[in-house]
């Protein structure tokens, strides 16, 4: 496996999040024009009678498994922020990106669009041109967008 | 054509004929908006006069509204409405409303709202995933609490499924019960749960894959994010911090909650894993404002059970689905007087003693179970004054009127601090109203007597003149002037917000601290500044792509309140002289004295002039309080100017 360059990543602070879901309808919004947590790239697992709850965000790997796994090289490696995201027009569907995503057991990193047929992930709002929307409208803070080279570890 | 806002359809259950089908959401939707707007013109449709809540002909009418789902602050709500058990001396059509996420799986499964009628015949609950729609045998969870049915139903359809459902209260069709969600989302006043039970329908879980899509995107985010940041440290208190005090949430396993989707606020916190006071074991449950009055450590409410046992006394009402808000501000407060009169003196033969968490538990269940005195409490007070024939005086200063207790009107309620002159503003919500006007209807009443701690009273009457049209709307020295067009305001900014819906400890957005003068305001590129009072009409347009103008935004909420008396008119025949029914209420010595430094009561000559004048401006009958033909035909109304026609004879 070739390393590819690091990314940025948003990270949640978990005992903070209060489980609103506003950063599943600003990603939803803002990316697709419709609200809903099945058209967001970031998802809150909620358990709601044991009163748990919190944001999973893609961790946008150093040794992403969805960019080495994708036959047809759909995702590519954003050159400015480092995301690694599909791309919707060579995407197939065939799904094996999210398969692959260690991470992806509740499918809340990697998800179908069942409208286009096609899969998603966070790009990190490269494609808006502003910093991690979720970020932006999380209310508590509980959202912060560290850059590729402030990122330490893996 | 791509609808936005809405999804487009309406689920029809028949639980007699075990029947689904669905209807037209955008038949409704331009006049009524949605939630309680369009349940409103569903009952006028459907629900004729004689209809009691526990037949089978009762429409349980569940409706989300455009912005249920949506990014949209502090949207994430459902209207319960139809003929309700708890309305007194009768039933009759009202609304209920909760937060939760149950409404926007709803929309996300494509659905904007169910209206349920009929009975099945033995115990069911509904399942709906997407397009699949069942009704499967309810005989396990059938007696379960709400809880433990949220549990069977998310190991059975996976842990993401949002569940609506009742506890025993509403299956021994208990007036004070609850449709819950989640530990303490619940549609509380009507007793939409004993409606439920009396349909023998447990629960409604859903799962929705779909999403709720947006006219005008870009714009709807930018609204929101804008909306978002005025509100955030606008709070008199500022912003509570996001994290509670270390040492109580260790101890606690306390944590920050936002109860319904979308919402940047909080008003309450989720206590995990508290260990029980009246039983062993642990307590988990989200505890809202009303249910810290469990604990009591206040002046009228003298006990104090300690944290511990509130948490468990909330948890286990909560489980059982019991109304917190009748039961703490309307049967234990007559209780408590009860006893200290030696009227009622012991249930069942155990002393009446709230400072006993045991004895609150027993008597909850007993309620809930309908157990000896259990089940004459269970009818709740003005149904239990009629029953022993004890206490009536008592209840009469706790219920203003319809068999709700009080609520921030300055006299029953003795949580609130409400003062003369707002609750005469409170008095005009409550005297046309079916219910407590104000799970909806905070926006003057509390609104001011919170901002007034921290404005003065010159810069809140320039934020009245802006929102209700005269700075004497707001000022203490006119205290019966200029007092109808506040009133008619958030009358109408009710219907607002169970309509769209949007949650009414949030809304309306007239006070920032962010602004010099006080009054909320967001400026975006594409619109220029936007003063608080507007904000609801924007993200409609922006989500729903209709362009209509502000006004006739406006006057959708005034078509739906005045078809709401048209129903009252036919079903029930409401009249200007039940309307006056509150006055005596008002006449009591109130709790607190304001401004004036001395307890003030209702005058009710100056208050009849009032009265008047809300009529007028309502374009209701003097006389009659009828909705007068030309108001019914100006709000396009003529098919139910017909009817009321027809009833005049």
């Known amino acids: ?154 | 054509m791509t609808i936005h806002g809405w999804v487009g359809k309406i689920l029809r259950v028949d639980l007699t004929e075990e029947r689904v089908s669905t209807s037209d959401t955008m038949r409704f939707a331009e006049k009524y908006l949605g939630g309680r707007g369009i349940a409103a013109r569903i009952a006028w449709d459907e629900t004729g006069t004689g209809v009691d809540a526990f037949d089978a002909d009762n429409r349980l009418i569940i409706m989300t509204g455009p912005l249920t789902g949506t990014l949209a602050p502090s949207s994430g709500r459902t209207a319960f409405c139809g003929v309700a058990p708890q309305a007194y001396p009768k039933p009759w059509y009202t609304r209920s409303n909760m937060g939760g996420w149950f409404g926007s799986e709803l929309k996300y499964a494509g659905y904007d709202g169910i209206v349920i009628k009929g009975k099945a015949e033995k115990p069911v609950y509904l399942s709906i995933r997407d397009g699949v729609v069942e009704l499967l045998e309810a005989r396990e969870i059938w007696g379960r609490d709400t809880f433990s049915t949220q549990k069977y139903l998310m190991d059975r359809h996976g842990g993401d499924v949002k569940v609506a459902c009742i506890g025993p209260s509403g299956e021994n069709l208990v007036r004070l019960a609850v449709v819950q969600s989640e530990t303490e989302n619940a549609a509380g006043q009507g007793g939409f749960g004993a409606v439920m039970g009396s349909k023998n329908l447990k629960a409604i879980v859903v799962k929705g894959s779909g999403t709720v899509k947006i006219a005008e995107p870009q714009d709807f985010l930018e609204l929101c994010l804008a909306i978002n940041r005025d509100f955030q440290g606008a709070s008199p208190q500022e912003r509570p911090s996001a994290r509670p005090d270390a040492g109580i949430a260790q101890a606690y396993g306390l944590r920050g909650i936002a109860c319904s989707q979308s919402c940047p606020w909080r008003c309450g916190w989720m206590w995990r894993n508290v260990p029980g006071t009246a039983y062993p074991g642990i307590n988990t449950t989200f505890m809202m404002c009303v249910a810290g009055l469990f604990r009591g450590s206040h002046s009228f409410y003298d006990w104090n059970v300690g944290q511990e046992a509130s948490v468990e006394l909330a948890a286990v009402s909560n489980k059982l689905g019991l109304n917190h808000w009748s039961l703490l501000l309307g049967l234990v407060p007559w209780l408590k007087e009860c006893k200290a009169r030696g009227l009622i003196t012991e249930v069942d033969g155990e002393a009446i003693d709230f400072s006993n968490p045991d004895f609150w538990v027993r008597l909850m269940r007993k309620i809930s179970y309908r157990e000896g005195l259990g089940n004459i409490l269970a009818e709740d007070v003005p149904r239990i004054v009629d029953k022993l024939g004890k206490g009536k005086d008592i209840a009469e200063k706790l219920y203003p009127a319809y068999g709700f207790p009080g609520h921030w009107d300055g006299h029953g309620d003795k949580a609130n601090p409400v003062f003369f002159p707002l609750w005469v503003v409170s008095a005009l919500q409550w005297f046309t109203d079916t219910r407590d006007p104000f799970s909806s209807g905070h926006g003057y009443s509390q609104n001011l007597t919170r901002w007034s701690r921290v404005y003065s009273w010159e810069k809140l009457a320039k934020i009245g003149e802006e929102v209700y049209g005269s700075t004497k709307s707001v000022d203490p020295n006119y205290p019966y002037e200029y007092k109808v067009q506040p009133a008619i305001g958030e009358q109408d900014e009710s219907v607002l917000k169970d309509s769209l819906p949007l949650c009414d400890q949030v809304w309306p957005r007239f006070y920032s601290t962010h602004t010099e003068d006080g009054y909320a305001r967001i400026t975006l590129p594409k619109h220029g500044t936007i003063g608080g009072k507007s904000f609801e009409y924007h993200l409609y347009v922006a989500a729903t792509g209709l362009k209509l103008p502000e006004e006739e935004f406006r006057r959708c909420a005034e078509r739906v309140f005045t078809l709401e008396r048209a129903i009252q008119v036919r079903n029930d025949g409401r009249t200007r002289e039940q309307d006056l029914a509150i006055i005596p209420y008002f006449e009591t010595e109130e709790n607190l004295p304001g401004p004036s430094e001395k307890k003030e009561s209702l005058d009710r000559e100056k208050f009849l002039r009032l009265v008047d004048e809300y009529y007028e401006l309502r374009g209701w009958d003097k006389t009659s309080g009828w909705p007068t033909r030309e108001k019914l035909m100006e709000l396009g109304l003529a098919d139910v100017a017909e009817e009321l026609e027809k009833l005049k004879g």
């Open chain 1, 1 to 154: 496996m070739n390393a590819v360059p690091r990314s940025g990543v948003v990270i949640a602070d978990k005992s903070i999040c209060h489980g609103c879901g506003i950063c599943e309808l600003a990603c939803s919004l803002s990316h697709k024009g419709a609200c809903g947590p099945a058209l967001s790239s970031i998802g809150v697992l909620r358990d709601p009678l044991a009163g748990d709850f919190f944001p999973e965000t893609c961790k946008q790997c150093q040794f992403p498994s969805c960019y080495y796994t994708c036959p047809v090289e759909a995702i590519v490696i954003e050159p400015k922020t480092g995301a690694r995201v599909i791309d919707g027009e060579k995407c197939k569907g065939c799904g094996a990106c999210a398969k692959a995503c260690p991470y992806n057991e509740l499918e809340t990193i990697i998800r179908r669009d069942s409208e286009r047929g096609i899969y998603f992930k966070c790009d990190l709002c490269t494609g808006l041109n502003r910093e991690p929307i979720c970020v932006e409208a999380c209310p508590w803070k509980a959202l912060s967008y560290v850059p590729a080279n402030e990122r330490r570890g893996k």
